[in-house]
């Protein structure tokens, strides 16, 4: 083993990796997207039916929370992959997607600079 970093960074993304990556981190970046998904953790990975996330984060909103605002992030964070749709009857419910989360850790884990242990 050397003691030259630059033979243990992760190689450089592609120009699609880029793109995939840069669309999950452009999901994750509205506060309420992310409480969202702190709501599904917070559950158990959910499910959770679409209409239950405006009573769940209204408080903290103080009321100004509406089911359209809700639905408009819950779709933007599915299409990311970050959570799955499931339909049943008239609702929708949602639960978090671990595979991609996973993704995500691993995006930000590549670009962090690798801690080395001295020896």
Same mark, same amino acid.
Request: hydrophobic share 40%.
């Given at each position: 083993m050397t003691n030259n970093p630059q033979d243990e960074k992760a190689p450089l993304l592609s120009a699609m990796q880029a793109e995939e990556? #840069? #669309?999950?981190f452009a999901a994750l970046s509205h506060p309420l997207r992310l409480r969202i998904l702190s709501a599904l953790k917070e559950a158990g990975g959910g499910p959770i039916a679409a209409g239950a996330f405006v009573a769940l984060l209204n408080e903290e909103e103080h009321g100004t929370l509406n089911q359209q605002s809700v639905n408009r992030h819950l779709v933007a964070l599915?299409? #990311?992959?970050?959570v799955s749709r499931r339909k049943h009857h008239n609702q929708s419910h949602y639960r978090l997607r671990g595979e991609t989360?996973?993704?995500?850790?691993?995006?930000?884990?590549?670009?962090?600079?690798?801690?080395r242990r001295s020896a």
């Amino acid at each position: 083993m050397t003691n030259n970093p630059q033979d243990e960074k992760a190689p450089l993304l592609s120009a699609m990796q880029a793109e995939e990556q #840069a #669309a999950l981190f452009a999901a994750l970046s509205h506060p309420l997207r992310l409480r969202i998904l702190s709501a599904l953790k917070e559950a158990g990975g959910g499910p959770i039916a679409a209409g239950a996330f405006v009573a769940l984060l209204n408080e903290e909103e103080h009321g100004t929370l509406n089911q359209q605002s809700v639905n408009r992030h819950l779709v933007a964070l599915k299409q #990311a992959g970050l959570v799955s749709r499931r339909k049943h009857h008239n609702q929708s419910h949602y639960r978090l997607r671990g595979e991609t989360l996973t993704l995500v850790y691993t995006a930000v884990g590549d670009l962090l600079p690798i801690q080395r242990r001295s020896a």
